[in-house]
Every structure is written in C-alpha cells, then in structure tokens.
C-alpha cells in the first residue's frame, strides 16, 4: 500500500522560512515525477513545484526562486524548502505522485503578517 504522509507544516511569519517532508512508503520515490500542490479554503487546488519525468525541476511562478523541491533516495523522502514566505503561501500543502494518482494528507502553513 502506497502512502505518503507530509509534516513540517507551521505557522510562521512572513519572510522566515520552512521545510515540508514527504515520507513515501509502499513506493520508491527515485526517479518519480512527484509534485507538491497546495489548496487554501474557497480556491482550487494549485500546482506548486515537480520533479518531471527527465528528473528536472519545475516552479509555479508564484513561488520560483523562493521554493525548492528536492528528495532524499536514501530516506525515500521528498522536500519542500520554502523560503521568504508571504502571507499568500498560506494553505494546506500536499505531495503527491499524479501520475498515479497517489496523495497525501497534507500539511498545513499558515504566514501571518
């Protein structure tokens, strides 16, 4: 059974920064085209950041060159690092392989001003 189960949510302040894990199971993460979206109440569910089937990276604009996505083989685990976060970012974010319609969770960010 294929799980993925997100953590490092929190509440933070504007500017500062966080990093949200994916712990995958029941899957090896190497080589996926995982992704990390996130949905805030009364908005559909927005892309964010993926790895592609290549292994490149890709950023929505709204979060390019402040958002990193990068993953962890050894652990099996896939990260979000996000830095100067802006009240915006807030929402609950979620990791995901979509290809094969696999989600977690999430984990919930909330930036105050």
């Known amino acids: 059974q294929v799980q993925l189960v997100e953590s490092g949510g929190g509440l933070v302040q504007a500017g500062e920064s966080l990093r949200l894990s994916c712990a995958a199971s029941?899957?090896?993460?190497?080589?996926?085209?995982m992704a990390w979206y996130r949905q805030s109440p009364g908005k559909q569910r927005e892309w964010v950041a993926r790895f592609t089937t290549s292994g490149s990276t890709n950023y929505a604009a709204s979060v390019k060159g402040r958002f990193t996505i990068s993953r962890d083989n050894a652990k099996n685990t896939v990260y979000l690092n996000m830095r100067n976060l802006k009240p915006e970012d807030t929402a609950v974010y979620l990791c995901?392989?979509?290809?094969?319609?696999?989600w977690g969770q999430g984990t919930q960010v909330t930036v105050s001003s």
């Open positions: 029941g899957i090896i993460v190497r080589n996926l085209p």
């Open positions: 995901a392989i979509p290809l094969q319609n696999y």
